[in-house]
């Protein structure tokens, strides 16, 4: 090692058994050489990259080893490698970020070391909460939409033969099962069985 030799770690993942990390490895160690940058470690896995920190063993090594400052960068082949998810990748390079420790993405040509490469790190974090906004924002009209055909949320709805009678009787007097689902108090759906089994 020479005297201000960068030390960076190198991740790379894939993930299935039926995939390789050779060839990410080996373009990540050419990257390696031509910067003149010191491979303090490689952390290699196979896994999927939705599984959270905890279920990556060698992504949770890698940032338990930033923290105690082994390395300053970590270089990764494409910045999907690192996570999935917009919200997950944001999370890992976030706490990277707090140690001090720099991402370099191959693919996409990004340092976060670089003006360009914050900035592009800052967008990411805007473009997580929107998809989260966004996320929550379709649940909640899929939820309105929902109690609007009927579908009762919270605890499973029991039947008790009290209810089942009120039913019948309501059917019989040539109410809509809608109509019926609303005097009971249950979901459509759960009317619609009574209605079939007895």
Do not use: P
């Amino acid at each position: 090692m020479t005297i201000g030799q960068k030390r960076v770690a190198v991740y790379v993942r894939v993930s299935t058994l039926h995939q390789t990390t050779e060839n990410q490895l080996m373009e990540l160690t050419d990257v390696c050489k031509w910067n003149d940058w010191l491979i303090a470690d490689v952390y290699n896995e196979t896994v999927s990259g939705t599984k959270s920190v905890d279920d990556r063993g060698e992504l949770k090594r890698l940032m338990g080893d930033a923290a105690s400052g082994l390395f300053s960068m970590v270089v990764v082949w494409s910045v999907d490698r690192v996570g999935r998810s917009m919200k997950h990748l944001v999370s890992v390079m976030t706490y990277l970020d707090d140690v001090g420790c720099d991402i370099y993405s191959y693919k996409q040509s990004i340092r976060t070391d670089t003006h360009i490469g914050t900035m592009f790190f800052q967008l990411m974090g805007v473009m997580a909460s929107m998809e989260n906004n966004i996320r929550k924002e379709r649940q909640m009209i899929g939820i309105k939409r929902a109690k609007k055909e009927g579908v009762v949320f919270g605890r499973k709805c029991v039947v008790d033969n009290e209810m089942e009678l009120k039913i019948v009787e309501l059917r019989h007097k040539g109410k809509s099962i809608r109509q019926i689902a609303k005097n009971v108090g249950i979901s459509v759906g759960k009317t619609h069985q009574v209605i079939k089994r007895c």
